[in-house]
Structure formats: structure tokens, C-alpha cells
């Protein structure tokens, strides 16, 4: 049978019911988030890169990147990105299935809704209406973050908020705030989230941890820690449990394939490279952002954003006090002066972000050719859902309100400092 009438069928029964409806004439194959760690884990030391659509450029560069080395792919927006751009939870799978279409794009793409925080009640309460809104609009997978609470509270929360999503939909969990060296995650806090989730009957595709890297421009060498990342995932593998590695961003290349062949990671989110690459500016190879000798961004002549339009959004940053981990904040005021500008420049920008993630999913993820083994696993499927990786090995009565505060008064060690480490 031909890859073509694969694809052909895996379209007629692997995209979820809120895409079918959303989309019913679509050509477009948007999954569940379960087939892309499945296949992932099915190829064995491969990590789908999930790219952070902050602007249309990423999107279509990771599309076509995706397209060429034939791998899975997530698109993905977190809550507080946006705030601060044009692609929020609410119009990105519209935006993916669009540029899917139009580039005539054949892979397995999950739209993921990223660091959905859950940092208080209210935040509890408005969530059971907030996170059905975001499925009824074609997300296909999400991360339900609470990780700024305390250890029980971060369990109850999604504990609490599970059934408002989908069984059919990919779920990610999160233990530790992303915010560097400091409260680093620990294979204790670990294991009460995941065994908590157990015993009440949730299985996560993921895992994500404070492994000590940051979000934004790392300005450090700390970076990912290989081995407590490896320890923990081991911990949590009789739950069957895959890494999802956040804050990718400013880490070496080398740390980034020990990552993907020494841990269970199945999942890395790239947000800030991709926003700079598709600007034009100088990044080393993996995407770090260069600085000159009077610290500003080094804008390559030729590359990503026109000259003028890239001298009117760092004037623009210089007016609001905008320090360079805030130049995330153009992202929204400049997205229409982006896509005005001609389409020779739209499409060196698209390109820049293309031949990045491609090179990313061929040398370092070890991801191509995984969209073939996730349109198998759809058909062998016959279905949207594949089902849940692991079943219940707790007891739920160890696991009540009562124990697992409990239990979680007993966790030790430093969360570190208090902050805003949402994206």
C-alpha cells in the first residue's frame, strides 16, 4: 500500500473529533499528542521537537522542516505566551491547519497548549470552563502546569482538572518550576505526582521537570542536567511515563543529543531560538542568541525581518525599557508589520526557522522518518486514541485527601526563589 493512501486513511480516522468538526474538509493530519511520544518511543532515543508558534514564520518553518526529514511534530503556544502574541490557545490549530493545507504538509502535527499555570483557586475554577474552550477550538494536547504550587496542591490541581480534558488527548504534568540552578526537581516530588496521578486513575504522556535550565536566553552554562533528568525518569518509567524537556533553548547541541540518548525524553520545547532565528539574528548553533560588545542583538544583513522592520521594533523596544529577555514582547505589536513586508523577506524568515529545526530533528533528536511509524501506529489503531500507555499499579486508598497531605508534608528540600517562570 502506498505512504499516500496511508496518509489518506490516517486522516479519515486519526484526527480527534473537535478537529473533524472544526475541520471537516481538512487534509491536514493534526493528532492527539499520544501518537507523537509513541512513536517517539517506538523508534527509541527520539525527541519530537515542539515548537512554540510565537509567530506565523515559526509555524511554517517547523511545518516544512517536519515535511522534509518526514517527522512527527508538535505546534505549541503556552498560556502566558499569549499574552504577548499573536498565536494563542484559541487560534493556532486554525493557523496550523491553514498553513497544512496550503503547503500540502503529510506528517503527524499535535497542537499542544503549553504551561497551562494553575498557580491559585481561581485559577482552579476558571480552568473547568477555560481548558474545554481550548479543546472546542482544536488543541490535541495539553500541559496542565502547577507546578508553582505546593507539592499536594500541584497533585489536587490536576487531580481536579483532568476530567475537563479529553481521554483521548495527550497530557503532560509538571513537577518543579523551570527557573535554572535553583529548586532543581527530585526524583521524591517526582514519584508523589506520578504515583498520586496513578492511583487516581491518570496516566501522563509526560513528565516535566526543574532540571536545571531556564526559559528565555540562558545566560549561564548550568543548562539541562543530564543525570538527574535520567534518575528521575527512571524512577517514574514503571508508570510509563516519558520526559518532556522544556527551556531547550541556549543548551549545547551535545547536551541536547546526550539528552535524547540517555533519558526517556520524547518531547522538547523550542521557543525562544526560533523566535530570534526567524528575526534574522546571529545565533550560534543552537540558537543562542549573540550579543555584540555593547550587548545588543547582532541583526544578520539579509536574514529574517527586513532592516527597517527590524530598526523599528528595537526602537520600539528602547521606548518601552525592554530588556533583551523581553524582546519576546514584540511578538504581538509586530506580527502585522511582519507579514506586510514582501514576500521574498516573509519567506527567507519561514526558511531561516525551517533549515534550524530541520537540522535539530536530523542531527540532534534522532526524529526523522517517525512519521511513518506514528501513521502506522493510527491505522494499527483504527482510531483517534490509542489509549493509555500504563494502567493503575496504586492504591487509591493510599492516596486520599488526608495521606496525600501528608505525604507531601514530608517532601523536603528548597523550591527556590519566588518569581515568574512562566514560559
Known amino acids: 500500500m502506498s505512504l499516500q493512501s496511508d496518509f489518506e486513511r490516517a486522516v479519515a480516522v486519526g484526527r480527534p473529533p473537535n478537529i473533524v468538526k472544526l475541520f471537516p474538509n481538512s487534509k491536514a493530519l493534526i493528532v492527539s499528542g499520544k501518537f507523537i511520544d509513541l512513536a517517539m518511543m517506538q523508534k527509541g532515543k527520539a525527541i519530537s521537537i515542539a515548537a512554540n508558534g510565537r509567530n506565523a514564520f515559526v509555524i511554517r518553518g517547523a511545518l516544512r522542516a517536519a515535511q ?26 486554525r493557523i496550523v491547519d491553514a498553513f497544512c493545507n496550503e503547503m500540502k504538509i503529510t506528517v503527524p502535527v499535535a497542537i499542544h497548549a503549553d504551561h497551562y499555570g494553575i498557580k491559585n483557586e481561581k485559577d482552579v475554577a476558571i480552568a473547568k470552563t477555560e481548558i474545554p474552550s481550548m479543546f ?3 488543541i490535541t494536547s495539553i500541559a496542565i502546569d502547577a507546578s508553582h504550587r505546593p507539592d499536594d496542591q500541584n497533585l489536587l490541581s490536576n487531580i481536579e482538572l483532568y476530567p475537563f480534558v479529553p481521554t483521548w488527548a495527550g497530557y503532560e504534568t509538571e513537577v518543579g518550576e523551570i527557573k535554572g540552578k535553583e529548586g532543581l526537581s527530585t526524583v521524591e516530588e517526582a514519584l508523589f505526582l506520578i504515583q498520586g496521578l496513578n492511583a487516581h486513575g491518570i496516566f501522563p504522556n509526560w513528565i516535566a521537570l526543574n532540571n536545571g535550565t531556564t526559559h528565555g536566553i540562558e545566560e549561564s552554562s548550568q543548562g539541562i542536567q543530564v543525570d538527574l533528568t535520567k534518575a528521575i525518569h527512571e524512577a517514574v518509567s514503571p508508570y510509563k ?10 543548551n549545547s547541541s551535545e547536551r541536547l543529543r546526550d539528552i535524547a540518548q540517555n ?17 534574522g539574528l546571529e545565533v550560534n548553533d543552537y540558537g543562542n542568541a549573540q550579543l ?12 529574517g525581518a527586513g532592516e527597517e522592520a527590524w530598526a523599528e521594533m528595537v526602537a520600539y523596544a528602547q521606548s518601552k525599557g525592554l530588556k533583551k529577555g523581553d524582546y519576546k514582547k514584540l511578538n504581538l505589536p509586530f506580527e502585522s508589520k511582519l507579514s506586510a513586508q514582501p514576500q521574498a523577506i516573509r519567506d ?16 540532534v533528536f534522532n526524529a526523522q522518518d517517525t512519521a511513518q511509524i506514528a501513521i502506522d501506529l493510527i491505522l494499527k489503531a483504527n482510531l483517534y486514541d490509542p489509549g493509555a500507555k500504563a494502567g ?31 514560559d
Not at 533519558?263 to 528575526?279: C, D, E, G, P, Y
Open 68 to 93: 522534509r526529514a518526514n517527522s512527527v511534530l508538535i505546534i505549541e503556544i503556552a498560556k502566558s505566551e499569549g499574552t504577548y502574541c499573536a498565536v494563542n490557545f484559541w487560534n493556532i490549530a
Open 292 to 303: 555584540d560588545k555593547d550587548g545588543n542583538f547582532i541583526k544578520v544583513k539579509d536574514a
Open 241 to 250: 511515563v516519558s520526559g518532556a524537556q522544556h527551556g531547550t533553548s541556549g
Open 392 to 422: 493503575r499499579i496504586e492504591n487509591p486508598a493510599d492516596w486520599t485527601l488526608a495521606k496525600i497531605t501528608e505525604k507531601a508534608a514530608a517532601i523536603s528540600g528548597p523550591k527556590g526563589p519566588q518569581g515568574n517562570f512562566d
Open 348 to 363: 527567507r524568515m519561514a526558511k531561516r526557522v525551517e533549515e534550524f529545526i530541520y537540522g535539530m530533528l536530523t542531527t
Open 263 to 279: 533519558t526517556r525524553t520524547t518531547k522538547a520545547n523550542v521557543a525562544t531560538a526560533l523566535q530570534m532565528i526567524s528575526w
Open 136 to 138: 472546542d477550538a482544536g
